[in-house]
């Protein structure tokens, strides 16, 4: 089966700039996640969406959002970006029914803001 | 704030011998998971403690939680070149969280020479 996978896995922007990152969960997972993990630090919790619903948001300002699919992919966006945006985002995947609250990652997609 | 800490922030030793990381949280926890991550891919799930168990066990990898001192070890036997990675703990916390939010800490960087 395939794991988590996200798009793109590079991308180079620029002040100002919007950004899409997409993710497709492992089949028969409903819950998706989003971590941003800048150089040097652990991940930070950005989103959970669960059946299409936003149940959790972490400390970031609204110049993020998520939304999530009637097929469960995901996609992360981020309005007028700032050099701090420069990170890795990380899409995780879960089964909430195994209520285990173990975490399936996807490989990232490295953002650089210039 | 939630998240664990780890230590030390990098270790370094020989194939065959032991490694030790240690991580400590402040809040009352569900699960504590450790998680591996190879030069900025993405993470992967090692191993799982609820917080009603102290030690856990998979292959090489040894796990203690002790509750009272907020604080759990990772313990890798007989390493290998190829655990060289970061290793990060995350914690859930035990009440109004959901199953997608880990609180990661910072990683310890490990480095087994051959």
């Known amino acids: 089966d395939a794991g988590v996978t996200q798009s793109p896995t590079h991308l180079i922007k620029t002040r100002g700039q919007h950004v899409t990152l997409r993710c497709s969960p492992i089949s028969g997972h409903k819950s998706v996640s989003w971590y941003q993990q800048v150089l040097g630090q652990g991940p930070q919790f950005i989103f959970q969406y669960y059946e299409k619903e936003e149940r959790g948001r972490g400390n970031f300002p609204d110049r993020f959002s998520a939304r999530q699919f009637p097929n469960y992919s995901s996609e992360l966006n981020v309005n007028a970006l700032l050099l701090g945006d420069s990170a890795l985002y990380l899409c995780?995947?879960?089964?909430?029914?195994?209520?285990?609250?173990?975490?399936?990652f996807g490989e990232g997609s490295r953002l650089t803001v210039l | 704030s939630q998240q664990g800490e780890e230590d030390p922030q990098a270790l370094s030793i020989q194939e065959g011998e032991n490694a030790t990381m240690n991580c400590s949280y402040k809040t009352s926890i569900n699960n504590l998971q450790w998680y591996r991550q190879n030069s900025g891919r993405g993470l992967v799930h090692l191993i799982l403690i609820r917080s009603n168990e102290r030690e856990k066990h998979s292959g090489r990898l040894r796990v203690t939680l002790d509750t009272s001192k907020k604080s759990s070890s990772l313990l890798i036997t007989a390493s290998r070149a190829a655990d060289t990675a970061s290793y990060f703990c995350?914690?859930?916390?035990?009440?109004?969280?959901?199953?997608?939010?880990?609180?990661f800490g910072r990683g310890t960087q490990l480095t087994v020479w051959p």
């Open positions: 995350a914690t859930v916390a035990d009440r109004g969280s959901t199953l997608g939010r880990l609180y």
């Open positions: 995780a995947s879960s089964a909430p029914g195994l209520n285990t609250g173990e975490l399936f």
